[in-house]
Each structure stands twice: as structure tokens, then as C-alpha cells.
């Protein structure tokens, strides 16, 4: 089905085709007899596992980026993932960069953004994770949520939460955005991501240096032995790093991320590389994802597979474009594996392709 549809989205704008897909995944993800048609199309056979504590139906998750606001993960779990990871959020709400901001490499299989958070804000995507009743039927249908207020959701997937600072916050003042995130998402997420290697906000990546990171994970995790005291259970923390460090500011990094006691690493976000591209788009600012990255990625997975030497899980992601990838990954040593611009190219059913592959 894909195959048909993929020539009429790649018509659209990048980003227009995004929403669309999103805002469809929501509506039938809300819609009970469309969501269930979605799981009996999607479904593959369950391989569970506990990483960091948590109880995953199988290996695979969506990065965050998709579904930056918690519309449609219903939807996202209907297809099978095993983790869906929402945002990245922010404080407040703030529009991200201008546009055009979105780029297909369609000879590369590749996607740049430079679409810099854009985000609706914690308050919002607080809403959406502990909605109150919707007050008639299209509110179900849509999701749209009332003012009267109702317990944590419990998804069919485990979901976390990516964290960011708002664009106009000085890097000297971040840890108190990313503090106030996790006050907020504490109790409504199953894990939280701290984002500190978007290469789309400026000056977000030196949060990545040994000092810097060390100061703003000790203070996360003072915050969150607060937080288990109100919620009586651990709140695991990963958090996710950039593919262009080199290997010796990655080994600080990974330490750093050790020694506070952080749950995981993410590796890797996006990368400003534009080594060997093909496409018209090659010289436009941004993350690349996709194809390209594989390689980098993979690289930087086997160092820091090797760096922590199995403390702390380590999740795959970038370049992960069919089952293959993902399986390398998975030999490589990852806990988990995330995709996300492989499902532009590969289409939904990639999710189901990866699991049965296993």
C-alpha cells in the first residue's frame, strides 16, 4: 500500500506530508474500529524485554522528532512499536525556525531539518498525556481533551518523553528548563530523554562538554530522587548525544553520563556532515538523517558500547533504514533500536519487516 502512496506524499512539501501523516495516525489512532484495523495490518509477533528497568513489547521505538507534540501515539503503537518517544518539548511554546526548514534527499535516502523545537510547549503536551473527558464524540474522535481532569493514560507501548531548552534560554540557564521538564513529565512519562545534541538550536550542543553535562545531570538527578519520593518508582533518564563529537569529547560525555547516574545513552541524533551526498540539497543547514548517517552512527555505537562496558544500556538510532540495519545494531550490542526517517522510505510497515527479522 505504501508503494502507492509514497509518490503522492513526495509530491507534497516535506513538511506539509509530515502533518498530514501525523494528523491521519491521530484521528484513526483515536478511533477505536480504525485503530483496531491498524493493529491487525501492523502486527508482528511480540518479543519482549526489560531495558532500564522497563518492560518493552519488542525492540524497536520511534525517535523523537515524529510526533513532537503527543498527538498521535495511539496511532504510533497501533503500528507496533515497542516505545514510542514523543517531543522534543520545551517549557514554553515557542515556533521553532523559519520555514522552509525541512528537505527531502531523496537520491540519498536522506532527510535534512533544521527545524529547531518547535513546540507547543510542556503545558500542552501535559494535557495530551493526562487529558481530561472529551465532551462529545468528536472530541474522542480527535482527541481533543475537556477542562475536567483525568488519571495518567496508560498507552499500548512504553512512552518516553524527550526534554529540550527553549531557543532564547542561555546555555548558563538551560538546567532550569530541563528541571521544570522533568517536574512536569515525571509522572506521565515511562522514561525521559535529556536533549542537549539538536544541532538546530544554537549553542544547545556545548551543553554536551564534561563540565557542562556533568553540572546539568547532577541536578537532574537530584531532581528525580524528589520526584521517585512522589511517585514511588524510579524515573529513568537517557540521554542522547550527537554523532559529530569526536571520540575523545564522546568518552567524556559517556563518563559524565556514568558518573551522575543517568539510566541510558541515546546515540545518535542527527548529524551536520554532508560527506558523499548526491542531492540538489546537499548544502542546506540542518541535521541529516538517513542513509548517510549509518555509517557515523554505527561508529559511534561500537565506542560507546565499549565506553561504558554494560553499566548503562546504550539505544541505537540514525541511519536504521530497513531490517538489516537494525539487526547490526542490535549485534553491535544496543538494548533498543529507534527509527525514524527509515518509515519516510520504508513506509509503516517497516516496524513489523524489523520485528519478524529478529
Not at 521553532?96 to 532527510?111: H, I, K, M, T, Y
Not at 569529547?249 to 545513552?265: K, Q
Not at 538523517?289 to 561500537?302: C, D, M, Q, T, W
Request: some cysteine.
Amino acid at each position: 500500500m505504501y508503494r502507492l502512496l509514497r509518490p503522492l506524499l513526495f509530491r507534497l512539501d516535506p513538511e506539509r506530508a509530515h502533518a498530514f501523516t501525523l494528523h491521519a495516525l491521530c484521528i484513526t489512532g483515536n478511533f477505536f474500529p480504525s485503530r483496531k484495523i491498524l493493529e491487525l495490518l501492523y502486527h508482528a509477533p511480540s518479543k519482549p524485554v526489560t531495558v532500564f528497568g522497563l518492560t518493552f513489547k519488542n525492540l524497536i521505538g520511534l525517535a523523537a522528532g515524529y510526533d513532537k507534540d503527543c498527538l498521535a501515539v495511539r496511532g504510533l503503537a497501533a503500528l507496533g512499536f515497542g516505545h514510542v518517544e514523543v517531543g522534543t518539548v520545551t517549557p514554553k511554546p515557542q515556533p521553532g525556525n523559519p520555514s522552509p526548514r525541512v528537505f527531502r534527499l531523496v537520491e540519498d535516502e536522506a532527510v535534512i531539518n533544521r527545524m529547531g523545537f518547535p513546540s507547543r510547549g510542556a503545558e500542552y503536551m501535559q494535557a495530551r498525556l493526562s487529558p481530561g473527558v472529551p465532551s462529545n464524540w468528536l472530541g474522542r474522535v480527535l482527541g481533543i481533551a475537556s477542562e475536567r481532569p483525568q488519571r495518567r493514560i496508560h498507552w499500548n507501548t512504553v512512552l518516553g518523553v524527550n526534554l529540550g531548552k527553549n531557543k532564547e534560554t542561555p546555555n548558563e540557564e538551560a538546567v532550569f528548563d530541563y528541571l521544570a521538564l522533568l517536574q512536569n513529565f515525571a509522572g506521565l512519562a515511562d522514561y525521559l530523554t535529556v536533549n542537549v545534541s539538536s544541532p538546530n538550536t544554537v549553542g544547545l550542543r556545548s551543553l554536551q562538554g564534561r563540565a557542562a553535562l556533568e553540572g546539568l545531570l547532577t541536578q537532574l538527578h537530584r531532581q528525580r530522587l524528589i520526584e521517585q519520593q512522589t511517585y514511588k518508582k524510579r524515573i529513568p533518564i537517557l540521554v542522547k548525544l550527537a554523532p559529530d563529537l569526536s571520540e575523545a569529547e564522546l568518552d567524556d560525555a559517556l563518563e559524565a553520563i556514568v558518573h551522575t547516574r543517568m539510566d541510558g545513552v541515546i546515540v545518535t541524533n542527527t548529524t551536520l556532515g554532508r560527506e558523499g551526498l548526491q542531492s540538489n540539497y546537499r548544502g542546506e543547514s540542518g541535521g541529516l538523517s538517513g542513509s548517510p548517517l549509518r555509517v557515523k552512527s554505527e561508529a559511534v555505537l561500537r565506542q560507546a558500547i565499549k565506553r561504558v562496558d554494560g553499566q548503562i544500556p546504550v539505544v541505537s538510532a540514525g541511519g536504521v533504514m530497513n531490517p538489516e540495519d537494525a539487526k547490526r545494531r542490535l549485534e553491535l550490542g544496543a538494548a533498543l533500536v529507534q527509527v525514524y526517517t527509515g518509515l519516510i522510505y520504508r513506509g509503516p510497515g517497516l516496524v513489523k519487516e524489523i520485528i519478524r527479522a529478529l
